[in-house]
């Protein structure tokens, strides 16, 4: 099956700066790539996506860039807010988007 | 509002006893799925159900049982819990109209076996 490992698992920033957590896959029929936000106490939260036929998305602060070659995605966070913080996830499935993998999170904090 | 809506929210139970975590949807989604969440694990798949009737494993299925008779129910069941059951379960469905193919997650419940 399908393995997805996340970078780093632990990540602090000062506020304003840039943040970047990388995910690898190893199938290489993955093409759908979520990244999701969990607040502390809450839900996970979709918030970006990217499918294999783009490289790159943006949506204001963030952007996702796939790598499929090197079967690695990134998620960017510009200008970071404190409330950025939260712990990011990032997944992957096959078109069918049956089964989702999700890397082991990465508890991202924004300080003051 | 659209919503998935899982109960209970807590939940601490004995080994061995059985119990249902219920799930509804109120989007007319056609697929729902059943994670776990655990301390530097991710999220892992333990059920999903693509439509009315039509289950099928995932990830980490050992131990749990689902049933889909209804397109917005999908519940969970354990029939003798044992206590590495202990996590935080998410209930979650997917459909048109989110503007994305992922899963809409619900608010969680936290099982505590003894």
């Known amino acids: 099956g399908e393995n997805v490992e996340q970078h780093p698992s632990t990540l602090s920033v000062q506020e304003g700066d840039s943040a970047v957590i990388k995910c690898t896959y190893s199938d290489s029929a993955s093409n759908y790539f979520p990244w999701y936000k969990q607040e502390l106490g809450k839900r996970p939260q979709l918030i970006i996506d990217?499918?294999?036929?783009?490289g790159e998305k943006k949506d204001q602060r963030i952007a996702v860039t796939l790598n499929k070659t090197a079967k690695h995605f990134s998620l960017h966070i510009t200008e970071t807010q404190p409330e950025d913080s939260a712990v990011y996830f990032c997944?992957?499935?096959?078109?069918?988007?049956?089964?989702?993998?999700f890397g082991s999170g990465t508890k991202l904090n924004v300080k003051p | 509002e659209a919503q998935v809506t899982q109960n209970p929210r807590y939940l601490i139970t004995v080994t061995g006893k059985k119990l249902t975590v219920t799930c509804s949807q109120n989007?007319?989604?056609?697929?729902m799925s059943w994670y776990r969440q655990d301390p530097g694990l991710g999220l892992r798949q333990i059920y999903y159900?693509?439509?009315?009737?039509?289950?099928d494993k995932g990830d980490v299925p050992e131990g749990y049982k689902v049933s889909r008779k209804e397109k917005r129910n999908f519940p969970l069941i354990l029939e003798s819990p044992s206590p590495n059951q202990t996590s935080l379960y998410f209930c979650?469905?997917?459909?048109?109209?989110?503007?994305?193919?992922?899963?809409?997650f619900g608010s969680g419940t936290r099982l505590t076996v003894v």
């Open positions: 997944a992957a499935s096959q078109s069918n988007f049956n089964k989702f993998y």
């Open positions: 979650a469905s997917r459909g048109p109209g989110q503007g994305h193919y992922g899963y809409t």
């Open positions: 990217i499918r294999s036929n783009v």
């Open positions: 989007m007319n989604h056609e697929y």
């Open positions: 159900s693509m439509n009315v009737e039509v289950t």
